[in-house]
């Protein structure tokens, strides 16, 4: 116990030299995490809270325009700006001035209301309700199309969220205009309702409650969890640069002179490390409780959830940990482990779901993701975080995490047992 605690007063003594490599371990993560939540919290919100200028050019002025128009404004996504030209909407969009431009069609609403008379009359006829003189040939009434014109730069999801919300509009203005064309042919008094046209069927999203309280996740809740994984998974840059720094000094070499092991000295760098790494994640807890609410953003809710959220940090920290063990014993130079782990770091959060869900994932990145120590931290953080989860819900992961350590440590006093074997 004496050795692994000389081993630990040791790298803390080594750690606290380099006050601007702390810094940077502390300071940066602080800012990333800031940064990236201001930029993606526009999407967490609802709609009604950013509405998006688009242009329309209304080139029929009937019913079913006013109809569309009504639907986009009272949607609270769009901030609706007409066009009379069709050409300059397009060119406003293509230079990248509007995200989105709608150009509704000429003579819409009278097609469509011959479209759909044409139809009723032809199936009234057919059931014998009504004489008809018309030719059993009907004029063929053009379809109409409705333009959509996209900035270039438009992200897919954008595009097909207003493909769908356009024609959800217009397949509903169809239905009621068969209704109404019904009607019209049925009964002659205005006022006598036969056919009703609001919705049927309709959806409820059910979210998880606490105390009778729904639990709507946003930007914060997101980011908090996912950047301090970042955060405190690039620990294993300065502590494999910290290893091989030992290994060119000859401090490995003085210390494999007394009755010291390769896992006591291992072990006297993860309690110092881990300590880090609690640093880093309390610091990203205070941003998100009393930073994020004075520029704006949601406050971060840690009520109740304070010592889970602590048992997840810890076991992530120890992965982290582990597989900087791994690597700076592994490298030779300053130079193999600076660059790998940086880049390495970058991976496992591609993999993990930090920058993009694993659900949008193609299949062959879903299936790797599950080998990826962030998915497993993360998962945990969003159990505790989103899904009201409790020790048990988390327990898989953590598993996960602490078999990690165990094998990475494990695999790096192995190498460097028989590294050094004479």
């Not at 709609?47 to 209304?58: A, K, N, R, Y």
């Not at 309709?202 to 409650?209: C, D, G, W």
């Not at 409790?390 to 006093?413: G, N, R, V, Y």
């Amino acid at each position: 116990m004496h050795k692994l605690w000389a081993s630990t007063y040791k790298e803390f003594l080594l750690l606290t030299r380099d006050i601007g490599g702390i810094a940077i371990l502390f300071v940066m993560p602080l800012v990333l995490i800031i940064t990236i939540t201001l930029i993606q919290d526009s999407t967490f919100k609802s709609v009604t809270d950013s509405q998006i200028p688009i242009l329309v050019v209304d080139k029929d002025q009937g019913d079913v325009s006013k109809i569309i128009l009504k639907g986009l404004n009272e949607s609270g996504s769009f901030q609706v700006i007409t066009e009379s030209d069709e050409s300059a909407a397009r060119d406003l969009v293509f230079k990248g001035k509007y995200q989105l431009a709608i150009i509704i069609p000429q003579d819409l609403s009278t097609s469509l209301s011959k479209k759909v008379s044409q139809n009723v009359d032809g199936i009234i006829a057919k059931f014998g309700l009504e004489e008809t003189t018309e030719s059993a040939n009907p004029t063929k009434i053009e379809s109409k199309q409705v333009t959509l014109y996209f900035d270039p730069a438009t992200q897919m999801t954008f595009k097909s969220s207003v493909k769908n919300g356009i024609d959800k509009m217009i397949s509903k203005i169809e239905t009621q205009s068969i209704y109404k064309a019904f009607q019209e042919q049925i009964s002659d008094d205005p006022n006598d309702v036969i056919f009703e046209t609001d919705t049927f069927i309709t959806f409820k999203e059910v979210l998880p409650s606490d105390n009778d309280k729904e639990m709507i996740p946003n930007s914060v809740q997101h980011n908090v969890p996912a950047w301090t994984l970042f955060a405190i998974f690039f620990i294993i840059v300065p502590l494999s640069i910290n290893i091989v720094k030992e290994k060119s000094q000859g401090t490995f070499v003085r210390l494999r002179t007394n009755p010291v092991s390769y896992a006591t000295v291992l072990g006297g760098k993860t309690l110092v490390y881990l300590v880090v790494c609690l640093i880093q994640f309390v610091l990203m807890l205070l941003i998100g409780i009393y930073v994020f609410p004075a520029i704006g953003l949601p406050t971060l809710d840690v009520s109740g959830r304070i010592p889970l959220l602590f048992v997840v940090a810890t076991f992530a920290g120890l992965a982290a940990i582990g597989l900087g063990l791994l690597l700076g014993t592994i490298a030779k130079t300053q130079e193999q482990s600076a660059p790998f782990g940086a880049t390495f770091v970058v991976i496992l959060a591609a993999l993990g779901g930090v920058w993009v869900p694993v659900f949008v994932m193609p299949k062959v990145m879903q299936t790797l993701s599950h080998i990826s120590p962030m998915n497993w931290g993360l998962n945990a953080f969003y159990d505790v975080f989103l899904r009201n989860g409790t020790f048990t819900d988390i327990l898989p992961e953590i598993s996960l995490l602490l078999l990690f350590f165990l094998a990475t440590t494990l695999i790096a006093i192995i190498y460097n047992e028989k590294k050094n074997a004479v």
